[in-house]
């Protein structure tokens, strides 16, 4: 009886702090795009373990140690709001995605400017229906043996559960939100379940 108390009180204390650590993500990308006339920090690759030509050919990064969301935003917090406390891995490693590549959440960063293109510049401020940072892994993504294998056949990271039945992400205009279900997570983009 006592068991599942504690579990569900540790978890809880987990997704307390991991909504912290998305406040103070939020937080460090608004002081970031503050100093950078309202310009959202670059996008790094997170769940991709490789980038292929064409995605190094459009300005596409991955996501590492020693350059990342993490470098870009570390003027603006520490590296430990970056690692989510339920940061298990993926299906391929149980070592932390935090240690490998130094973010445990995916960040909604501007592409980098492709030569002879217009700049695909993203401000902050037109983010406010959208999310900022998320939990890398959504929890249904997980439930799919096969769509799970498939992502690591593309060079993604296999998706996971975290967070028990719940996924975090920090909104555009700062809270953070709770979703359990495909419907919730539509719902908070502002899509109806038949889109």
Same mark, same amino acid.
């Given at each position: 009886?006592?068991?599942?108390?504690?579990?569900?009180?540790?978890?809880?204390?987990?997704?307390?702090?991991? *909504?912290?650590?998305?406040?103070?993500?939020?937080?460090? *990308?608004?002081?970031?795009?503050?100093?950078?006339? $309202?310009?959202?920090?670059?996008?790094?690759?997170?769940?991709?373990?490789?980038?292929?030509?064409?995605? #190094?050919?459009? $300005?596409?990064?991955?996501?590492t140690l020693t350059n990342g969301i993490q470098t870009v935003l570390g003027?603006?917090?520490?590296?430990?709001?970056?690692?989510?406390?339920?940061?298990? $891995?993926?299906?391929?490693?149980?070592?932390?995605?935090?240690?490998?590549?130094?973010?445990?959440?995916?960040?909604?960063?501007?592409?980098?400017?492709?030569? $002879?293109?217009?700049?695909?510049?993203?401000?902050?401020?037109?983010?406010?229906?959208?999310?900022?940072?998320?939990?890398?892994?959504?929890?249904?993504?997980?439930?799919?043996?096969?769509?799970?294998?498939?992502? #690591?056949?593309?060079?993604?990271?296999?998706?996971?559960?975290?967070?028990?039945?719940?996924?975090?992400?920090?909104?555009?205009?700062?809270?953070? #939100? =709770? #979703?359990? *279900? =495909?419907?919730?997570?539509?719902?908070?983009?502002?899509?109806?379940?038949?889109?």
């Open positions: 009886m006592l068991l599942p108390a504690l579990a569900r009180a540790k978890e809880s204390g987990k997704q307390a702090r991991c *909504t912290s650590n998305l406040r103070q993500v939020y937080l460090a *990308t608004a002081m970031y795009a503050d100093d950078n006339d $309202g310009y959202l920090p670059p996008k790094f690759e997170l769940k991709k373990r490789t980038l292929k030509p064409e995605d #190094i050919a459009k $300005g596409k990064q991955l996501n003027a603006y917090s520490s590296p430990n709001v970056f690692q989510c406390p339920s940061d298990r $891995g993926d299906f391929a490693s149980n070592l932390p995605v935090w240690e490998r590549v130094g973010s445990s959440y995916e960040v909604n960063g501007r592409e980098l400017d492709e030569p $002879g293109k217009p700049p695909k510049k993203a401000k902050l401020n037109l983010l406010v229906t959208e999310d900022v940072a998320k939990d890398l892994f959504k929890p249904w993504d997980s439930d799919d043996y096969l769509k799970v294998q498939e992502k #690591i056949a593309k060079g993604e990271l296999g998706p996971i559960k975290w967070h028990a039945r719940v996924w975090l992400k920090v909104m555009g205009d700062g809270h953070v #939100i =709770k #979703i359990k *279900t =495909k419907e919730e997570d539509k719902a908070s983009k502002g899509e109806s379940s038949e889109d």
